[in-house]
């Protein structure tokens, strides 16, 4: 089993900052991608940005020029660094992995955290 845990969530004003961090521990050969995605009250699960494998990143046009997500692989772990903070921003973000776990051939599954909270707000 693999468990990811994400922490850096909290009120902030809006055009402040926040990090989140989303450690993955468990199982795990290999991870392919990471990536964040955050679901606002009554709204669906929308991504953020997510990191391959290879180094590539994605982001929601909403976040371009504002977040940067970041991986350190020697300690599974993948970071959002959100800068200009608006009340849009607003959400439960989650960290999602597709990991692939005890060996070369075992199949990739994805994990989700349980979500922080970000608030932006004055």
């Known amino acids: 089993q693999v468990q990811l845990v994400e922490s850096g969530g909290g009120l902030v004003q809006p055009g402040g900052s926040l990090r989140l961090s989303c450690v993955a521990s468990g199982t795990i050969f290999s991870i392919n991608h990471m990536g964040w995605y955050r679901q606002a009250p009554g709204k669906q699960r929308d991504l953020v940005a997510v990191?391959?494998?290879?180094?590539?990143?994605n982001y929601a046009d909403s976040v371009k020029g504002r977040f940067t997500i970041s991986r350190d692989n020697a300690k599974n772990t993948v970071y959002l660094q959100m800068n200009s903070l608006k009340p849009e921003d607003t959400a439960a973000y989650y960290c999602?992995?597709?990991?692939?776990?005890?060996?070369?051939?075992?199949?990739?599954?994805?994990?989700w955290g349980q979500g922080t909270q970000v608030t932006v707000s004055s």
């Open positions: 990191s391959t494998s290879s180094g590539s990143t």
């Open positions: 999602n992995a597709r990991v692939r776990g005890r060996r070369w051939d075992s199949p990739e599954r994805d994990y």
